[in-house]
Structure formats: structure tokens, C-alpha cells
């Protein structure tokens, strides 16, 4: 008998660092059903905020890897065509459901 992967969906917010952006992306995670935590980092990577569900090596970690996923993913949108822009990068596993939003 299989035992069925955890269904977690996690955020993370790669914005500029001002506290209006940080307090946008919080309320923005607060309306989607189902998030189980959040990871709110600068374009450097640097955590700004996390949930308490997410140890801080761990989002330090999600952090640094996203922000240059986000950042390549944004180099081929815009290669692909120039008027157009990164706003939202989502990636589902077996395991886990990423939402990477790019500010």
C-alpha cells in the first residue's frame, strides 16, 4: 500500500526590499488556500522574511536557488520576447509545488 507524497505548496517572493513589497507579498500569500509556507528574498537572495514552517537554513537555501532560477527564467522570457517579463515561475514535483514570483 503506497503512501501518498505530502501536498505542500510553498511561495517564494524575490522582490525589491522595501517593507510596502514585503507586506504585499505576505497578504498575497495569505489569500492562497493551501500555502504551508513562504520564503520572501531580495534579487540577492537574501531571506527577508519566512514562515515559522521553514527553518532558516532551509529557506537560506530555497532562497539562493530560486533567485537564480528566477533569473534565468527571466533572461529566456526575455530573449524569447523582449516586451514581455517574468511575473510568475511554478514548479510542481512529486512532492512539493513551488510558486516563485518575481516582483
Known amino acids: ?7 505542500i505548496l510553498h511561495h517564494l517572493f524575490v522582490i525589491k526590499p522595501t517593507m510596502s513589497a514585503v507586506e504585499e507579498a505576505l ?6 488556500t493551501g500555502a504551508e509556507g513562504y520564503v520572501i ?3 540577492d537572495g537574501v531571506v527577508l522574511r519566512r514562515s ?3 527553518l532558516k537554513a532551509v529557506a537560506e537555501n530555497i532562497a539562493q536557488s530560486m533567485t ?3 533569473q ?7 530573449d524569447l520576447n523582449p516586451n514581455d517579463e517574468l511575473k ?3 514548479i ?3 512532492w512539493k509545488e513551488l510558486i516563485v514570483s518575481h516582483d
Do not use: D
Open 88 to 90: 510568475n515561475l511554478r
Open 92 to 94: 510542481k514535483t512529486s
Open 27 to 32: 497578504e498575497r500569500i495569505k489569500e492562497q
Open 41 to 43: 528574498c531580495n534579487y
Open 68 to 70: 537564480k532560477l528566477a
Open 52 to 54: 515559522a514552517t521553514i
Open 1 to 7: 500500500h503506497a503512501i501518498s507524497p505530502p501536498n
Open 72 to 78: 534565468s527564467a527571466k533572461n529566456v522570457t526575455r
